[in-house]
Nanobody, 115 residues
Framework: QVQLVESGGGVVQPGGSLRLSCAAS????????WGWFRQAPGKQRELVAR???????NYADSVKGRFTISRDNAKNTVYLQMNSLKPEDTAVYYC?????????WGQGTQVTVSS
């Protein structure tokens, strides 16, 4: 069983930055594809960014050039660096570990972008 704990959310002004962290335990970190998803009120959960075991990353069009996903295999941690934040980035952000045999989710961390 993989446990995921997100941190780093908060309130930030438009144009600001935040870095989210997802610490994993209970599994073999390198076996999973890691992703960040978000869910805004009244909307479906959507993929923000994903990174493979080989550190190949892809992003939603809405965050390309502003967000960067990275992983530290030694620390079993995945990061999401978010720059140039916009009000429409406001959502609960969830960390995900995906493999062919399972999906694991964190509890979510709130990001609010507001002046």
């Amino acid at each position: 069983q993989v446990q995921l704990v997100e941190s780093g959310g908060g309130v930030v002004q438009p144009g600001g930055s935040l870095r989210l962290s997802c610490a994993a335990s209970g599994g073999i970190f390198v076996l999973y594809v890691w992703g960040w998803f978000r869910q805004a009120p009244g909307k479906q959960r959507e993929l923000v960014a994903r990174i493979t075991s080989g550190s190949s990353a892809n992003y939603a069009d809405s965050v390309k050039g502003r967000f960067t996903i990275s992983r530290d295999n030694a620390k079993n941690t995945v990061y999401l660096q978010m720059n140039s934040l916009k009000p429409e980035d406001t959502a609960v952000y969830y960390c995900n570990a995906h493999a062919s045999w399972a999906d694991y989710w964190g509890q979510g961390t709130q990001v609010t972008v507001s002046s």
